[in-house]
């Protein structure tokens, strides 16, 4: 069974650092693309960051210049380097991993994890 997991969260103040791990059950580099998503209370889950198979990214706006994302084969996982925190990124995190190869094919979503930015 294809399992992502994600783990780094914490309290952090504003102005702070966190990095977030998202490890795959599998060879990460089997999946097409790697994202990490999040949602606050009361919102709706929102993009932040994705990598490709082929190292592309894509960041939310919101996030531009602050929040990096990286892929290690040897790991197996996905990082989501984030920098110059603020209270607007608390939120619960999670990863989601989409394979297109058959009988993988499907979209996988880790349990999420909690990160809070105190001001």
């Known amino acids: 069974q294809v399992q992502v997991v994600e783990s780094g969260g914490g309290l952090v103040q504003a102005g702070g650092s966190l990095r977030l791990s998202c490890a795959a059950s599998?060879?990460?580099?089997?999946?097409?693309?790697v994202g990490w998503y999040r949602q606050a209370p009361g919102k709706q889950r929102e993009l932040v960051a994705t990598v490709t198979r082929g190292r592309n990214t894509n960041f939310a706006d919101s996030v531009k210049g602050r929040f990096t994302i990286s892929s290690d084969n040897a790991k197996n996982a996905v990082y989501l380097q984030m920098n110059s925190l603020n209270p607007e990124d608390t939120a619960v995190y999670y990863c989601?991993?989409?394979?297109?190869?058959?009988?993988?094919?499907?979209?996988?979503w880790g349990q999420g994890t909690q990160v809070t930015v105190s001001s």
């Open positions: 599998e060879r990460i580099d089997w999946f097409n693309v």
């Open positions: 989601n991993g989409v394979r297109a190869d058959w009988p993988r094919r499907g979209n996988y």
